[in-house]
């Protein structure tokens, strides 16, 4: 960390350390019944550093952002930081203290929740430690391990306090009807956390049970009724905003009353009221009715919570009932889900209340930040006031209307040659009435016309458009005065915010000053990011309605012409094909494949015939062997020959004889005549048979 980080880090802490002991000898000196003994301020290093960053970037401090403090500028800035800090009855002061406490705690509401149910499960460590760390089996150990579990189990569920002994008594039985004692060797032999795992499943069940005993009349002790304390927690929450809430309409009407007075009558009879103070103060009721509208907001959010909430709860213990009834035993697996869901919605029951809780705490301390200063308004300045008032937001007219007024405007300008404003009214953009607005939709010419009076724009005129941002403005007069120099009020609205701390979370200018979130969950305050010394950038917008109607891909869509024509000849050759499946030991339990089917390419080759010569086959015959022998001198007597009957392949017989050596014969003749060549035994040709 640089020096001069150092030096801020040491600014804030100084600031923290010297207001909160001049806040304490305050409030230790005031009496008991005074403002400052009843609203003690907690004075953070978010706050600090807020104020630190208001007076540093306030020109009339005359300090330099860019250069480095010395030492008088480091003692003077502490100390006009608390001065502030500590100031009695300033509207400004109590502004940013109230935007510092709500934009700090209400955001973080489920980090709240968290932190309490962390801090009740580390109540339980303790005893859960204890209970996992027993190895030792035996009967003595089991009881005061069973004891200590029972204790385990009030603690954790918060459901009736673990020292009343008809609450023991009841947890125990239930215990018992899940866990038995005899189950207590098992556990023991479990690791750490199969141990805690199954305690908590345990809590559960046994909280679930204790609940149905309460709706059935036959136990319950100690257990709250809930229900009834969330839905009257939250009427009262209800009937407080709602009483806050008109009350704080009323003080915004009276104060623009009579701030229009004042600036249109020529001899105002303000007597001892300072214009500047009411503006102040209105600044203030206006950011008071935002968060009261806020909590409003959230308290409707648990009412629909609660009502599901209680119908869950109804059903599931009816369901109980009906599984329980006329039955000695009821199988497990039926009951311990439904009691596991009535602890669970149970615990819904208690984060609510803890909820409602939380937002009555931050409904009293900002009443508290109210109450920390008055603005007197005397009866006659009331009277002449009267006729100025009006209500706090102009009614909506129709979309037709707010197009015609829109589009007379837009006539109006181009009639001056004012460029570069456009008028955006619901006829040429959609979603109108839910387009962000800057400044949070107040109007920049009346802030600024009227020294730092917030006055909300009126959406009936049409918004303009200027550098792709959106402004709202009061009057028509307003959106003329702030076309023809836009950058002046700009830059009058963030010299307005650095001399008043109060406009900046007031106006959304959080691109241009660190917000309270930034300031809240830095690790370091650097300079950089206590001054709003951001980098630079650039921003860009378009105009362009995108997502309209609902997107529709369709997954087989091809934009290919050569895939599209796979398929097609795909499904064409699938269409002569026959579906057919069997089932064999083969294929049975083996996963499914897919393949892509390609049809065969028909292909073709230019080559030449193919053809076989012309050999004869060699053919022979052996005559002669049936008839017996005879003498060798005998020429009748028939003798063992081997007859060849060669045939060419052309079909025509080659018989060797008859005509000749070598002459030929006709198919029919050789076969008719039986011809062949005779070999005798010996060798040699003999004659023709």
Same mark, same amino acid.
């Given at each position: 960390?640089?020096?001069?980080?150092?030096?801020?880090?040491?600014?804030?802490?100084?600031?923290?350390?010297?207001?909160?002991?001049?806040?304490?000898?305050?409030?230790?000196?005031?009496?008991?019944?005074?403002?400052?003994?009843?609203?003690?301020?907690?004075?953070?290093?978010?706050?600090?550093?807020?104020?630190?960053?208001?007076?540093?970037?306030?020109?009339?401090?005359? @300090?330099?952002?860019?250069?480095?403090? +010395?030492?008088?500028? !480091? =003692?003077? #800035?502490?100390? %006009? $930081?608390?001065?502030?800090?500590?100031?009695?009855?300033?509207?400004?002061?109590?502004?940013?203290?109230?935007?510092?406490?709500?934009?700090?705690?209400?955001?973080?509401?489920?980090?709240?929740?968290?932190?309490?149910?962390?801090?009740?499960?580390?109540?339980?460590?303790?005893?859960?430690?204890?209970?996992?760390?027993?190895?030792?089996?035996?009967?003595?150990?089991?009881?005061?391990?069973?004891?200590?579990?029972?204790?385990?189990?009030?603690?954790?569920?918060?459901?009736?306090?673990?020292?009343?002994?008809?609450?023991?008594?009841?947890?125990?039985?239930?215990?018992?009807?899940?866990?038995?004692?005899?189950?207590?060797?098992?556990?023991?032999?479990?690791?750490?956390?199969?141990?805690?795992?199954?305690?908590?499943?345990?809590?559960?069940?046994?909280?679930?049970?204790?609940? @149905?005993?309460?709706?059935?009349?036959? +136990?319950?002790?100690? !257990? =709250?009724? #809930?229900?009834? %304390? $969330?839905?009257?927690?939250?009427?009262?929450?209800?009937?407080?905003?709602?009483?806050?809430?008109?009350?704080?309409?009323?003080?915004?009407?009276?104060?623009?009353?009579?701030?229009?007075?004042?600036?249109?009558?020529?001899?105002?009879?303000?007597?001892?009221?300072?214009?500047?103070?009411?503006?102040?103060?209105?600044?203030?009721?206006?950011?008071?009715?935002?968060?009261?509208?806020?909590?409003?907001?959230?308290?409707?959010?648990?009412?629909?919570?609660?009502?599901?909430?209680?119908?869950?709860?109804?059903?599931?213990?009816?369901?109980?009932?009906?599984?329980?009834?006329?039955?000695?035993?009821?199988?497990?697996?039926?009951?311990?889900?439904?009691?596991?869901?009535?602890?669970?919605?149970?615990?819904?029951?208690?984060?609510?209340?803890?909820?409602?809780?939380?937002?009555?705490?931050?409904?009293?301390?900002?009443?508290?930040?109210?109450?920390?200063?008055?603005?007197?308004?005397?009866?006659?300045?009331?009277?002449?006031?009267?006729?100025?008032?009006?209500?706090?937001?102009?009614?909506?007219?129709?979309?037709?209307?707010?197009?015609?007024?829109?589009?007379?405007?837009?006539?109006?300008?181009?009639?001056?040659?004012?460029?570069?404003?456009?008028?955006?009214?619901?006829?040429?953009?959609?979603?109108?009435?839910?387009?962000?607005?800057?400044?949070?939709?107040?109007?920049?010419?009346?802030?600024?016309?009227?020294?730092?009076?917030?006055?909300?724009?009126?959406?009936?005129?049409?918004?303009?458009?200027?550098?792709?941002?959106?402004?709202?403005?009061?009057?028509?007069?307003?959106?003329?005065?702030?076309?023809?120099?836009?950058?002046?009020?700009?830059?009058?609205?963030?010299?307005?915010?650095?001399?008043?701390?109060?406009?900046?979370?007031?106006?959304?200018?959080?691109?241009?000053?660190?917000?309270?979130?930034?300031?809240?969950?830095?690790?370091?305050?650097?300079?950089?990011?206590?001054?709003?010394?951001?980098?630079?950038?650039?921003?860009?917008?378009?105009?362009?309605?995108?997502?309209?109607?609902?997107?529709?891909?369709?997954?087989?869509?091809?934009?290919?012409?050569?895939?599209?024509?796979?398929?097609?000849?795909?499904?064409?050759?699938?269409?002569?094909?026959?579906?057919?499946?069997?089932?064999?030991?083969?294929?049975?339990?083996?996963?499914?494949?897919?393949?892509?089917?390609?049809?065969?390419?028909?292909?073709?080759?230019?080559?030449?015939?193919?053809?076989?010569?012309?050999?004869?086959?060699?053919?022979?015959?052996?005559?002669?062997?049936?008839?017996?022998?005879?003498?060798?001198?005998?020429?009748?007597?028939?003798?063992?020959?081997?007859?060849?009957?060669?045939?060419?392949?052309?079909?025509?017989?080659?018989?060797?004889?008859?005509?000749?050596?070598?002459?030929?014969?006709?198919?029919?003749?050789?076969?008719?005549?039986?011809?062949?060549?005779?070999?005798?035994?010996?060798?040699?040709?003999?004659?023709?048979?």
């Amino acid at each position: 960390m640089s020096s001069s980080d150092e030096v801020i880090r040491y600014i804030i802490r100084e600031t923290v350390a010297r207001a909160s002991a001049l806040l304490k000898a305050r409030r230790d000196a005031a009496p008991t019944d005074s403002i400052d003994a009843a609203n003690p301020v907690i004075v953070t290093e978010t706050l600090a550093a807020f104020l630190v960053r208001a007076v540093v970037l306030d020109p009339r401090n005359d @300090f330099r952002p860019d250069r480095e403090l +010395g030492r008088d500028e !480091v =003692d003077r #800035l502490i100390q %006009l $930081c608390v001065e502030r800090i500590t100031v009695k009855n300033n509207p400004v002061m109590e502004t940013v203290k109230m935007q510092v406490y709500f934009d700090t705690n209400f955001p973080a509401q489920a980090d709240f929740l968290h932190k309490e149910k962390q801090s009740h499960i580390n109540a339980c460590a303790p005893l859960l430690r204890d209970i996992c760390e027993v190895k030792v089996k035996a009967i003595a150990v089991y009881e005061a391990l069973y004891r200590k579990i029972v204790s385990y189990l009030l603690l954790r569920s918060h459901v009736g306090g673990p020292t009343d002994m008809r609450v023991v008594r009841e947890a125990t039985a239930g215990l018992e009807s899940v866990f038995p004692q005899s189950e207590l060797s098992t556990f023991i032999s479990l690791s750490r956390q199969e141990k805690e795992a199954q305690l908590n499943g345990l809590a559960q069940l046994v909280t679930g049970i204790r609940l @149905f005993n309460k709706q059935l009349g036959k +136990g319950g002790e100690g !257990v =709250d009724d #809930l229900p009834e %304390l $969330c839905a009257r927690e939250l009427a009262k929450l209800t009937d407080s905003l709602k009483v806050l809430t008109t009350d704080t309409e009323d003080r915004i009407q009276t104060y623009t009353a009579v701030a229009e007075y004042a600036d249109t009558s020529s001899n105002p009879h303000l007597g001892e009221l300072s214009l500047s103070r009411l503006r102040s103060a209105l600044v203030f009721r206006r950011e008071f009715l935002i968060y009261l509208d806020a909590l409003q907001e959230q308290t409707v959010r648990s009412q629909t919570t609660l009502s599901t909430l209680t119908s869950r709860f109804n059903d599931t213990v009816r369901d109980l009932k009906v599984t329980c009834r006329a039955k000695t035993a009821v199988p497990v697996d039926q009951v311990y889900p439904q009691f596991i869901l009535l602890a669970n919605l149970w615990q819904n029951y208690m984060d609510e209340l803890f909820l409602l809780a939380f937002r009555q705490g931050v409904v009293h301390t900002i009443q508290q930040h109210a109450r920390s200063f008055q603005v007197e308004i005397s009866s006659t300045l009331l009277t002449l006031s009267q006729p100025y008032r009006r209500e706090i937001e102009k009614e909506i007219l129709p979309e037709s209307q707010v197009i015609a007024k829109a589009t007379d405007l837009m006539v109006a300008l181009a009639v001056k040659g004012i460029k570069g404003i456009e008028i955006i009214h619901p006829g040429n953009t959609t979603q109108y009435y839910r387009l962000p607005v800057e400044y949070g939709g107040f109007c920049a010419h009346t802030l600024i016309k009227r020294e730092g009076l917030v006055v909300p724009g009126d959406k009936n005129l049409g918004l303009v458009k200027y550098k792709d941002k959106l402004y709202a403005f009061s009057s028509e007069e307003a959106v003329r005065e702030f076309s023809k120099l836009p950058e002046r009020y700009v830059d009058g609205v963030l010299e307005s915010a650095r001399r008043s701390p109060d406009l900046v979370q007031m106006l959304h200018l959080y691109p241009y000053f660190p917000t309270v979130e930034a300031l809240e969950h830095a690790k370091s305050f650097t300079r950089q990011r206590l001054l709003g010394h951001m980098q630079l950038v650039t921003e860009i917008g378009t105009q362009v309605d995108t997502h309209v109607v609902d997107t529709y891909i369709d997954p087989n869509y091809e934009w290919n012409e050569w895939e599209l024509r796979r398929r097609a000849l795909m499904l064409v050759n699938l269409r002569k094909k026959q579906t057919h499946s069997t089932q064999t030991n083969g294929s049975h339990f083996r996963r499914e494949n897919e393949t892509q089917h390609y049809p065969p390419k028909p292909n073709h080759t230019q080559t030449m015939r193919s053809s076989s010569t012309s050999t004869p086959k060699t053919t022979t015959y052996m005559t002669g062997l049936r008839h017996p022998s005879q003498k060798a001198g005998d020429e009748h007597t028939p003798r063992f020959n081997v007859v060849d009957l060669t045939v060419d392949l052309d079909g025509l017989p080659a018989p060797y004889g008859g005509g000749g050596f070598g002459s030929r014969m006709t198919a029919e003749r050789a076969a008719a005549a039986g011809v062949g060549r005779v070999i005798q035994a010996g060798g040699g040709v003999d004659k023709a048979v």
